[in-house]
């Protein structure tokens, strides 16, 4: 069993950055896959960006070069860091940890850009 508790979101301008913060209950070290998701209203939850347990990232091609997925072993911790954040980007934003076996969510964080 995996718990997943994300952190971080809020209200941004855009052209403002954000960092999500998701605290996972074992060593990410142990967790094949770590992702970020998010479903913004009246759409399917989508890939944002993903990060491996030997550290190679995958991003959507909306958010590349804008957004860096990070992990930190010792904290089992994962980031996203996100700059240049646009109207679109606005969604819930869910962490993820796919153990091979199973796929684990966190409860999500609600990201808002607006002027």
């Known amino acids: 069993q995996v718990q997943l508790v994300e952190s971080g979101g809020g209200l941004v301008q855009p052209g403002g950055s954000l960092r999500l913060s998701c605290a996972a209950s074992?060593?990410?070290?142990?967790?094949?896959?770590m992702g970020w998701y998010r479903q913004a209203p009246g759409k399917q939850r989508e890939l944002v960006a993903t990060?491996?347990?030997?550290?190679?990232?995958n991003y959507a091609d909306s958010v590349k070069g804008r957004f860096t997925i990070s992990g930190d072993n010792a904290k089992n911790m994962v980031y996203l860091q996100m700059n240049s954040l646009k109207p679109e980007d606005t969604a819930v934003y869910y962490c993820?940890?796919?153990?091979?076996?199973?796929?684990?969510w966190g409860q999500g964080t609600q990201v808002t850009v607006s002027s």
């Open positions: 990060r491996t347990s030997g550290g190679r990232t």
């Open positions: 074992v060593n990410i070290f142990t967790i094949a896959i």
């Open positions: 993820n940890a796919y153990t091979l076996a199973e796929s684990y």
